[in-house]
C-alpha cells in the first residue's frame, strides 16, 4: 500500500497574529511561511511523487505552488475532507479569548467530546479526513502501485487525527502530538497496519525514498519498515 507524506501548509498570517483562522477565506501564507513554501520542492527533490492532494484552503495551495512549479508534471487534486475543521463560531477569534471559553478544557482534554457551535464535532472532522485516506490509498495504490508514494497538504488538527488513527490511538490523545507549519509527517500503509516513518519532520527527506533490499533483507527474509506489515525486531537501520 501507498505510503502518504501529509504536508502542514506554511505559517500563515493568522499563525502570527494568533487567531484561529478555520475556514476564513483570504488567509495566506506570510513571509516565513512563503519561505518555507519556497524549500520544500527541495526536500522533496529525492522522492518520486504520484500525486499531490491538497486543502481547497488558500494557504494549503500556496504552500504547494512551488512544488507545482518545479514538477509540472506532478498531478495536483482538491480534497474537501481534508479542509481544516469547521470551528463554527470560533473562527476568526483570537486564541488568548478562546482559551477561556469552557469548552477548551474539553478540546483539550477530551476531543472526541467536543462539538463547536455552528461548526463540526471533532470525531466527525477526524472521520472524514481517515475516510478521505482511505479512499485515496486505494487509488493511488490502483494507479500507480503499492509502493507509490503521494503527497497530502492539510491543516494541523487533520494531521494530528490522522496519526492518532495510524497509530490506533484514541483522538482523546492526539492533542499530546504536534506539528510544525510545513513539516512533513509520513506514514506507510500496509495491509496490517501503518507505520509512522515521520512526524512533524522540519529537515531532509532523502531517506523516505524507496530503495533495493540489501542482501542482508533477501537472506534473512527480514522486511524493511513497514514493507509488507511486519516490524523490524530491534528498530533496523
Known sequence: ?????????????????????????????DELGTAQAAALPGRLAALPLAAAVHSPLERCRQTLAPLAGARPELPLHTEERIGECDYGD???RKLAELNEEPLMATVQQHPSAAAFPGGETMR??????????????????????PDATYLMCSHGDIIKSL??????????????????????????????????LRLGDTGDL?????????????????PQAGGDGGAVVGGGA
Not at 1 to 23: C, D, E, F, I, Q
Not at 169 to 177: A, E, I, V
Open 1 to 29: 500500500m501507498p505510503t502518504l507524506l501529509l504536508v502542514r501548509h506554511g505559517r500563515s498570517t493568522a499563525n502570527t497574529s494568533g487567531l484561529l483562522a478555520g475556514r476564513t477565506p483570504g488567509v495566506d501564507l
Open 206 to 222: 532523502a531517506s523516505l525514498a524507496p530503495r533495493e533490499a540489501d542482501a542482508g533483507d533477501s537472506a534473512h527474509g527480514a
Open 124 to 145: 466527525g472532522m477526524q472521520a472524514r479526513a481517515v475516510e478521505a485516506v482511505r479512499e485515496w490509498n486505494e487509488r493511488i495504490e490502483r494507479e500507480h502501485g
Open 90 to 92: 470560533w473562527t476568526g
Open 163 to 196: 496519526v492518532a488513527d495510524a497509530l490506533g490511538m484514541h483522538l482523546d490523545l492526539f492533542q499530546r502530538l504536534h506539528v510544525e507549519p510545513c513539516s512533513v509527517t509520513a506514514i506507510r500503509y500496509t495491509p496490517l497496519r501503518p507505520f509512522l
